[in-house]
């Protein structure tokens, strides 16, 4: 992983000004925006399924501890080991325990933003033990050592020109060419051998199936079966909320996810791993882990409105249609999880402190909220976690208050007090008239705000006045 | 039993109780005007599946076909299954393209399955009709990796085994009843669209998907 400044007013700034980066963006996500609009011609049948998936979510949530103890029963009855993980810290320790048991020194990735969350690469890097990206995004982001600014894309904000240098440069024998079908071939060609060669698979998961005992996985390219497939052992890692009661209900989260993503009514494959191979079986893992991550879920979970971001299915719509992260890109997020959800998702489980600032990275237009398939109130949650860095309520998001500022204090008192109280806001807006215009733009905190706009002229007399005199009665 | 386990469930007991809302009403896709075998035709064709329409009698001769099409050179095979013991009866009388046996554990396979085998076949359990999408379960005798590492994936797919939607075949194949270790739904060749949003066939997985529909 790259440095981060965290710093995420510098990076969007920063980001704003590269005008690769937004064409890149621009077109990407306006296509997915007509790929998705293309999928749901039927208004009707798309609030029926939203509501469908939102009370399935709701249901999952509102039973959460006993179906994990169900899911965790069955996946042990099917021949699945569970790991259970607090922390980032812990997480990563049971999986390089499993490998290390193992005598495993490389690992192939399918797809996992939760390891991203835990920067389980660098941290296996630093064990001695390889782990290799086999989606084609996230195999290219690794090569050229970023992290993701998709969570669906991850390498989205690259043109097929840049990747071609890319793989020119790392990839043996590979001569440069910018035509995809060609880099997708030669992305191939490196990663089957280490599928066949790895010591251990990984994997995410996208939903858990408690009735069955069954992890389900999403994927298009079939990395995700071959790295769960080919090697002898399968690890696969999720946060608490991934479980669902039933595996029937699979199928009408699957249409909004693949809907809402990419626009397409189902990924190519649709994997559903109920354990490993069994005696008589030619192929499969010998071993199947599944590793359940906290991680500061418990404590989104512990609040009843922040709990529904838990809804939430990863499908990136939010941030296709966010008018921010087209503009910026995901890096400038900081943290794993940019757009809207990673507005609600970084701050909780990074702290308020470290990753706070990513919640001004809205102008609440609530287009998110609109097209999330499972009706995840994303801008009431933007809003309730900017009072929280404030205002805290009791101990509902680590860090609360800690964006609290005297003079922002002062500046909202002195507005509170002019606007609740006619006098003062007579009086207030008879100087601003006198003396406005002639107060220069680069006043200390004037000048903040006059940086970037310009400053408003402020007419002779108030519309009041004007009002008053043509006759029009105060009511 | 870890620490974590216990302080994470106890957390979440301890978290406001929400009540469990009832499922939305929603039904599952269901044939109205297009036939579910039109449907199943026009989204598989949309994701580059092709479909060859045979009889039940002649699926040797057009398996023939397919592979001479294809130019493969060989044929990744189940022959402990009944289509593995239809093909093993046409080669007898007249030989086509290499056979190789998935006979063996996958250990002693997986070398020549990467990088030297052309094509594999396999049943399906049937289709859905909702989104396009064949219905595959991996075996003892038809393993998972048949329709995975070779290049070409050559499916066998019964007509009369259509279902509306997943939820249909869910129940009708008692999925949600200790379902074996692999179960999965294949809709087309493997794609990626991951460079600049460009769509692009053949990434991990199969770069052909060959449907051979039984129509009686």
Redesign the interface.
Known sequence: MPELSHDFEHAAVKALGNQQLRT?FR??MT??MNKRAAQFPDPDELQ??R??G???K??A?????DL??QLEQNLIA?GIQV????SVD?GNRIILDILRKANAKSLIKGKSMVSEEMHFNHFLEENNIRALE????EY?IQLAGEGPSHIV????H???GE?GKLFQEKIDGQGYTDD??E???A??RV???M??NADAGFSGVNFA?A??G?LVLMS????G??ST??P?MHIALMG?EKVIE???D???L??LACRSA?G???????????????A?????PKEVHLV?L?NGR??I????QL?EGLRCIRCAACMNHCPVYTRIGGHAYQYTYPGPIGEILNPQMQGIEKAGDVLHASSLCGRCAEVCPVKIPLVDLIVRLRRESIRPSADAVKGGGSRKSGMENVIWFGWKTMYANPLFYRWGTWWLRKIGNLMPAGLPLLKQWTSVRSKPQFASRSIYDLARERGIRDE | MSNARSAILERLRKAPKKPVPDLAPWSPYKTTTEQPLDRFRRLMGAVKGEIIDTKRADLAETLRKVLADKQAKNLLYAPNTEIGRTIDAAWATEPGPQLVAYDKPMEELKSLMINDIDAGITSTMGAIADTGSLIVWPSAEEPRLMSLVPPIHIAVLEASKMYDSFSEAVGKLGWNKKPPGNTLLISGPSKTADIEGILCFGVHGPKQLVIILITD
Do not use: C
Request: proline residues 7%.
């Open positions: 890149n077109r990407v296509g997915l029926a399924l509501s469908r939102k009370s399935i709701d249901r949530l509102a039973k959460l501890p994990l103890v099917n790991h259970w993980a607090e812990e086999s989606d084609l995004g290219i894309m991850p390498a989205i690259k043109n097929k990747i995809p079908d880099l997708t071939a992305a191939r990663l089957r051998q599928f066949a199936a009735d069955t069954s298009n390219e079939g990395n079966r071959m497939h080919l002898s608490i039933r595996l029937e699979v199928g009408p699957i249409s990419t397409q009514p189902i990924t190519t494959y649709v994997n559903v791993i109920s354990g490993p191979r069994k008589g079986e030619k192929d499969g359940i906290d418990t404590r979970y512990d609040d009843p709990r």
